[in-house]
């Protein structure tokens, strides 16, 4: 079975504006351009996987089923667009905040590498053809740690109505899609839904 390549993508501060622990509807406003992104992503053979720390669920802010549930919702909203995302891992610990099970010092919060290598063994990923975008320091340490061959910083920008991301984030990772897609040349399968994974 040949290797699948990926574009990671962070949650807060990359999908959605980060307002701080975003885990409803009403609370989520996504970041002008990344329906773009992910569609061009799965049309060069990308699965679209959401990598985040949701300490939120550690700090008692909303529970893992409110979460899974949140997060049905914005895949649902991605369809609308014609976008997806293909799966989702999420860290559910804190190692200091973390209430009763959630506090421990796990292998899954970035920056360490644990979502990525899961994903990577889940999809049967290569890393080193795969892009991550992440909006802090910890989402480029789990990638680079991981081997993930591009990690791009996200970087924004208010166009009046919307926060979307800047021109030159969007460029760069539209041109390493179409770099690594190009080098690749291989027509994958189509794309189905996969479980959130915690």
Known sequence: ???????????????NVDHGYVCSPERTEFVGGIFD????ATRHDFLNIVITNQAG????????????????WLRGEFRKYDAQIDAVYY????????LGEYLRDCGCRKPKPGMIIQAQRDHNLDLA???LLGDCTSDI??????GVGTCIVAR???????????AEVTGAVLSELAR???ASSRKGPGHDDVETIR
């Open 180 to 182: 690594i897609g190009r």
């Open 57 to 72: 669920i550690a700090r008692g802010y909303y529970t893992e089923q409110q979460f899974l549930a949140y997060m049905d």
């Open 141 to 146: 340490a789990a990638g680079e740690t991981a």
């Open 91 to 98: 860290c559910p610990h804190h190692p200091v905040h973390g």
């Open 1 to 15: 079975m040949m290797a699948r390549h990926a574009l990671f993508l962070d949650k807060d501060g990359v999908i």
């Open 37 to 40: 992104l992910c569609r061009e």
């Open 129 to 131: 053809g795969s892009v």
């Open 156 to 166: 924004m920008e208010d166009r009046g109505e919307r926060v979307s991301l800047k």
